[in-house]
């Protein structure tokens, strides 16, 4: 029998209770009386559908889950109960929901009923079952009851734990308490140690930043011993996790740390990568250039550091890790030039990364960083590798937030100047995959980039016309291809059976642009200008590129800049620039999408228009070339992705900051 009578469960009036969603909260009282009753055959799975019956995505600690609370104690309390550490995990979220909700969404009952089963909590940290005491820590409220567990405590596997929740206590304590965990973690320090050592630091940055910094050497000095990484899979536990940290895990728990001190933090990855590359430590390199790569996600500055710590491993014997150098490499852009004979040599390097869910090989890579350095080797079946994940199926799978192979748009896009070798094979496989396949749309983006270096596959991209899902980004291409492309305008005319309105209006506007007759296709355009209704969503941007032949309709596009918002403001003011040749009021406009960015916002899209818009315009005014400046001295990476796109768009976007600023 558990430790409280079943029959008690009927005392409580669960149907006058409020549920969490819209479970019966009788649910509860059946799932706590087959726990009860199961006895010491209880399991974790047992205890699932008490984890549904109280889901918080609510935002509310409702009163049924006041009313369960003393039976789960009891329960996780009973030896005899075979799941007791679930169900001490079910006590700990229930701590933490408490702590992190809105007071008003609390039930008011609940901060007493979780006081009176205070000794339940002391009594489980001092459970003979050491899983058990790890995983209760979190109950023991207060610095004091960890204070006397870390007196008592003598299992290796509980130990770490006890440090990590001394600090997180302390943190959300006093100077007091703070007080007395410094004293613990400063004897610990002092200790032989290295697990224990590691994680009195990681226990004192919970409520001092400056100790990472202060114990910077130590760290380093025991996560870079080979001898010690067996330790850490032998002790480093904490509540929630069933399994031990490896050193690995540890190493890039411990680089957050340094958050605080960005600079700092570099030179920690950076010593660990140097300590690696001498040890012959491929696992601590792999987890150490991981790091790195996320610090330069997120900062330009590290780049030229970080530089010749990865050009040097390219050369290393682990896969993993020329994998990662490669990839490091790739995205540090025209920077990694002076290793382009080395990562030449890596052309045909098969070797890929561990594990294996990072994509590509070594050489794909390599071939890469070639590419955006601009040199010719990269070139030579180039197409046929960026079509190779997409080989007979429509799209491939990756996880955005580490390094990956590129898109085939990005690697391409920047390589105009060699279209003259690469439209062949472009041309070659939209034959093959213009019906259906998963590149056909993004190689129509590449010939819209390179414009008229694209003519060459004008028959290719005719064909697209037909097809609906591609015929815009056809006419796209064909638009940049310029007077090479006169011959399409027929059939681009033909393509106006796009069902929706706007599209015709594009289509029409397309062939002026091919042929020269621009009077009819003003004239549509102009027209859904002048009797589209607001809120407007019609052709404005359109209208623009007739430049002063649209004059007629300036004054239309001078009420929507004054009256719209967001993206009909912006393209309204870009459009009314183009047709009047005059920079003001446009150029005002304008500089105010620049300002949410220098402030913090990551109003992005707003940001590149606006700034295309500008140079193309030619001046600036002064207030808005202070917010630019501001922008362009950050050192945070001006970008909405969180992979090496990041890096990509924040290149582009100082590009263009960097053209507004030298306008007159």
């Known amino acids: 029998m558990a430790g409280f009578a079943v029959e008690a469960l009927d005392d409580v009036p669960w149907e006058r209770l409020e549920p969490v969603w819209e479970h019966r909260t009788t649910t509860t009282r059946a799932v706590l009386r087959r726990l009860a009753l199961k006895g010491e055959s209880a399991t974790e799975e047992d205890c699932y559908p008490l984890d549904d019956c109280f889901a918080s995505g609510t ?9 369960a609370l003393p039976f789960v104690a009891a329960l996780a309390g009973d030896p005899a109960c075979g799941a007791r550490r679930a169900l001490v995990g079910t006590l700990v979220s229930f701590a ?16 007493e009923a979780w006081r009176l089963q205070r000794p339940v909590f002391l009594a489980l940290l001092a459970d003979p079952d050491p899983e058990l005491r790890r995983e209760a820590l979190p109950l023991a409220g207060d610095v004091g009851p960890l204070l006397d567990r870390w007196r ?24 007091e308490a ?4 410094r004293a613990v973690v400063t004897e610990v320090l002092r200790t032989d140690d290295p697990v224990l050592r590691v994680a009195a630091v990681h226990a004192w940055a919970a409520f001092d930043p400056e100790a990472p910094v202060r114990e910077q050497g130590l760290l380093t000095e025991i996560l870079t011993d080979p001898a010690v990484r067996p330790l850490f899979e032998a002790a480093w536990y904490v509540s929630d996790v069933e399994t031990a940290f490896t050193r690995e895990d540890v190493v890039s728990w411990t680089v957050g740390l340094f958050a605080p001190v960005p600079p700092t933090m570099l030179d920690f990855v950076l010593d660990l990568i140097e300590a690696a590359r001498r040890n012959g430590d491929a696992l601590l390199c792999r987890i150490a250039l991981h790091e790195a790569w996320r610090l330069l996600v997120l900062r330009p500055s590290v780049a030229e550091r970080l530089l010749p710590h990865a050009g040097a491993l390219l050369a290393d014997r682990d896969d993993g890790v020329r994998y990662l150098a490669a990839h490091l490499l790739a995205v540090l852009g025209r920077r990694a030039a002076p290793y382009a004979d080395e990562l030449a040599a890596l052309l ?45 199926q429509y799209s491939r799978a990756y996880c955005s937030g580490d390094p990956r192979l590129p898109e085939v748009e990005d690697v391409l896009t920047p390589l105009a100047a060699h279209a003259e070798s690469l439209v062949p094979d472009i041309r070659a496989l939209l034959r093959k995959d213009g019906k259906g396949g998963g590149l056909t749309g993004c190689l129509l983006g590449v010939l819209t980039a390179w414009g008229e270096a694209s003519a060459p596959a004008l028959p290719e991209v005719v064909t697209l016309l037909d097809d609906a899902r591609y015929s815009l980004s056809a006419i796209d291409a064909l638009v940049a291809m310029g007077p090479a492309a006169a011959s399409a305008a027929p059939e681009v005319r033909r393509a106006t059976v796009l069902d929706h309105p706007a599209n015709h209006q594009k289509v029409a506007w397309a062939a002026s642009v091919l042929d020269g007759d621009s009077t009819s296709a003003l004239r549509l355009v102009g027209e859904a200008v002048l009797t589209e209704e607001e809120p407007f969503y019609g052709p404005v941007h359109l209208i623009g590129h007739f430049g002063p032949a649209a004059a007629p309709y300036a004054d239309r596009v001078r009420q929507l800049m004054e009256r719209g918002d967001g993206w009909l403001r912006l393209r309204s003011a870009i459009a009314l620039a183009s047709i009047t040749g005059e920079a003001e009021p446009s150029v005002s406009v304008l500089g105010e999408y620049l300002r949410p960015l220098a402030d913090g916002d990551d109003s992005y899209g707003y940001f590149v228009d606006a700034l295309r818009a500008l140079v193309a315009i030619g001046t600036v005014t002064d207030e808005t070339r202070a917010v630019l400046r501001r922008v362009r001295d950050t050192d945070r990476r001006l970008a909405p992705h969180g992979d090496y796109r990041t890096i990509l768009f924040d290149e582009e976007m100082r590009s263009l900051i960097d053209a507004v600023l030298d306008l007159p």
């Open 59 to 67: 935002g509310r600690l409702p009163s049924i889950r006041t009313a």
């Open 96 to 111: 933490r929901f408490a702590a992190e909700a809105e007071p008003d969404q609390v039930d008011e009952a609940w901060h």
């Open 152 to 175: 008592a405590e003598t299992d290796p596997t509980v130990r770490p734990a006890v440090l990590l929740e001394l600090g997180a206590a302390a943190g959300a304590a006093g100077p």
């Open 178 to 181: 703070a007080d007395l965990v």
């Open 348 to 392: 045909d390097d098969r070797g890929e990364d561990e594990p294996d869910f990072l994509e590509g090989t070594v050489g794909d890579h390599a071939r890469w960083a070639l590419a955006r350095i601009g040199d010719p080797r990269a070139l030579p079946g180039l197409v046929a590798r960026l079509y190779a994940p997409y080989e007979g």
